[in-house]
């Protein structure tokens, strides 16, 4: 499959044998696309264990929740959420470090779908059957704090940072109050909004031209942002428009402010 499909490409293959449909929308507005099956990325999809927000779970939580989804190891999976462009590639990232690459996301999402006038539904379906999904994890795309704090002195990697230009030059707040706004060293930004137009993404043109203005030299990059959504956006993007590279700090800023005591007393 393609990384992106439209909204007139799903609405012309919905018949698609193996077809699944997964909303990855964090907050239920009462619409979704017909036969889609909600994919709780906050709860069924992370490790709530851990003390920071959105953590990869483990593959066999993974293996799991999938099965209950009825996800297939042959399932051609097509994945979306209702603000456009912002879970979604989480999800995708996700189904490629279990291996599972027969994934796209929705370009545009929900309100895409909206807008081009396709019916929608008032709740979300359920699996018939249990699916026989099996994980197959590359830690090697889940990049650690340790890896990370190495490369500072190293630099064999470039992370790029998905978050604001206020937030990454430390002149605008961090949303979690109690840690100071700024950047992993070596790091460059590419705020997420920026690989964007109206929700979708910009074409592969726009997006190369944008990434090779920030990036310089570097063979290999890894993604980071505030608690690991919207470095994903930039990811995926990067995929699409510049050179795929799968690597993700999934703690990013808000682990790396943490662990390195970056914190501010709360007024």
């Given at each position: 499959?393609e990384k992106?499909v ?12 193996n077809?699944?449909i ?14 889609a099956?909600?994919f ?10 851990s003390?920071?927000p ?13 099965q ?35 994934i ?5 999402g929900?309100p895409d ?10 709740k979300?379906s ?10 197959n994890?590359?830690?090697e795309?889940?990049v ?7 490369n ?15 937030r990454?030059n430390?002149t ?9 706004s700024g ?31 920030k990036?310089?030299?570097s ?6 942002c505030?608690?690991g ?18 690597r ?17 007393e709360?007024?």
């Amino acid at each position: 499959m393609e990384k992106i499909v439209s909204s007139k490409w799903l609405h012309e293959n919905m018949e698609m044998p193996n077809l699944i449909i997964l909303d990855a929308s964090t907050t239920f507005n009462e619409r979704t696309i017909p036969h889609a099956r909600l994919f709780d990325l906050e709860h069924a999809f992370a490790d709530t264990s851990s003390p920071f927000p959105n953590t990869v779970p483990q593959p066999q939580q993974f293996e799991i929740e999938c099965q209950k989804l009825g996800i297939n190891k042959d399932s051609n999976i097509v994945v979306f959420d209702n603000k456009g462009i912002y879970t979604s590639p989480r999800v995708w990232w996700l189904f490629q470090i279990m291996g599972h690459t027969h994934i796209a996301v929705l370009d545009g999402g929900l309100p895409d779908w909206i807008q081009n006038g396709f019916e929608t539904s008032t709740k979300h379906s359920k699996p018939l059957t249990k699916g026989n999904f099996q994980a197959n994890y590359n830690k090697e795309l889940v990049v650690t704090f340790n890896q990370v704090k190495e490369n500072v002195d190293r630099q064999k990697y470039l992370i790029v940072d998905a978050r604001s230009e206020g937030r990454f030059n430390g002149t605008a707040p961090e949303p979690r109050k109690h840690l100071k706004s700024g950047n992993i060293p070596h790091s460059v930004n590419i705020p997420y909004e920026d690989v964007l137009n109206n929700g979708k993404y910009k074409s592969r043109d726009e997006i190369n031209k944008l990434f090779k203005n920030k990036i310089k030299d570097s063979n290999e990059l890894v993604f980071s942002c505030g608690s690991g959504i919207t470095a994903s956006i930039i990811l995926l993007a990067g995929a699409i428009g510049y050179k795929e590279s799968l690597r993700l700090y999934d703690g990013s800023w808000t682990e790396w402010a943490e662990l390195n005591q970056l914190t501010t007393e709360i007024q």
